[in-house]
């Protein structure tokens, strides 16, 4: 599968503006990962970035996370994807479905997806509400805040270590690949 393809298939599951600028946001930082971890691989890891919540109005995760993950592997074998890798990365990036990280790239999707949201809430609180204002030494002093966007899981970010990445080199990947695309974002 290559990118258009999955962007064909995120579009046909995902209709919320707020999901598929997220689901942008989140290939963004996997290929900025990529580019450090898997430098033969930046397509593959950005399209487990965009899918990574293909199932988000597909199934009622709110009530019960544990379908969150493994429906988008139905929806993709569906569309007649079979890709265990994805799969398995698609479910690492929620560990209440019961699949723990094992591989760089499972812990990279665990910590790129609450760390786009992280970034977007400082860029929410900067005036011009733009990501290209905000700084590293912002997002690190927001991370230590715990009440500041409480439901970005400050311990899933921290997990990009077991890549050989540190929380510092995630906080500017997700910088310089979000401000890379900002006006896709709407930010």
Request: net charge negative; with cysteine; hydrophobic share 40%.
């Amino acid at each position: 599968m290559n990118r258009e393809q999955a962007h064909d298939i995120l579009m046909k599951y995902m209709k919320g503006e707020n999901y598929i600028t997220h689901s942008y946001a989140v290939e963004a930082i996997m290929r900025g990962l990529a580019k450090k971890l898997a430098p033969d691989d930046v397509e593959y890891w950005g399209i487990v970035g965009l899918l990574h919540d293909l199932d988000e109005e597909q199934c009622d995760w709110q009530n019960d996370m544990s379908v969150h993950g493994p429906t988008s592997a139905e929806i993709l074998r569906k569309e007649g994807i079979e890709d265990k890798t994805l799969f398995d990365a698609i479910c690492a990036h929620n560990p209440k479905n019961g699949t723990k990280a094992k591989t760089a790239l499972q812990y990279a999707i665990l910590a790129a997806d609450p760390m786009s949201g992280f970034v977007k809430a400082v860029a929410q609180i900067y005036p011009d509400k733009k990501v290209a204002s905000v700084k590293h030494k912002s997002v690190m002093k927001r991370f230590n805040e715990l009440r500041f966007a409480k439901g970005a899981n400050r311990d899933y970010m921290e997990m990009i270590e077991f890549t050989g990445l540190s929380l510092d080199d995630l906080i500017d990947v997700a910088l310089e690949e979000m401000t890379a695309i900002a006006d896709q974002l709407g930010l």
